[in-house]
C-alpha cells in the first residue's frame, strides 16, 4: 500500500495561490491505472473531491473549481501537486491527498486506498 504526506504553507492570504505538495513513498505515481486527488474538508463540512492528475498525467477537475486549480506531476521526485489560484477566506480547510485505482470523484468513497494525514489551511490577511 502506498503511503502519501502533504506539505505546504499553513497560512496563505485572501487573493493568494495556494500550493500544495504530495510525496508519494511505497509506489509510483506513474503506476497503471493509479489517480491521485486532492480532497478538502472546511470546517463543519464533508469531504470535497477537487480534482485528479492520473498516470499517464493527464489532469481532472470539480467542475466548480476548474479555473482556479491546476495539478501537475513530478516523476522524478513521485509528487503531484495542488496550486489553487485566487483563494477566497471562505476555503481554509483541511487539504487532503489520495490515491485510487481509477478516477473516482466522490470524495467520501471507499475506492480510495490510501490517503495523506492532511494540511490544515487558514486562509487571513
Known amino acids: 500500500q502506498v503511503q502519501l504526506q502533504e506539505s505546504g504553507p499553513g497560512l496563505v492570504k485572501p487573493s493568494q495561490t495556494l500550493s500544495l505538495t504530495c510525496t508519494v513513498s511505497?509506489?509510483?505515481?506513474?503506476?497503471?491505472?493509479?489517480?491521485w486527488s486532492w480532497i478538502r474538508q472546511p470546517p463543519g463540512k464533508g469531504l470535497q473531491w477537487m480534482g485528479a492528475i492520473n498516470y499517464s498525467g493527464s489532469t481532472y477537475y470539480s467542475p466548480s473549481l476548474k479555473s482556479r486549480t491546476a495539478i501537475s506531476g513530478d516523476t522524478s521526485r513521485n509528487q503531484f501537486t495542488l496550486q489553487l489560484s485566487s483563494v477566497t477566506p471562505e476555503e481554509p480547510a483541511v487539504y487532503y491527498c489520495?490515491?485510487?485505482?481509477?478516477?473516482?470523484?466522490?470524495?467520501?468513497?471507499?475506492?480510495?486506498?490510501?490517503w495523506g494525514q492532511g494540511n490544515q489551511v487558514t486562509v487571513s490577511s
Open positions: 511505497g509506489g509510483s505515481i506513474t503506476t497503471n491505472y493509479y489517480y
Open positions: 489520495a490515491q485510487s485505482t481509477g478516477l473516482n470523484t466522490i470524495a467520501t468513497s471507499t475506492r480510495f486506498g490510501s
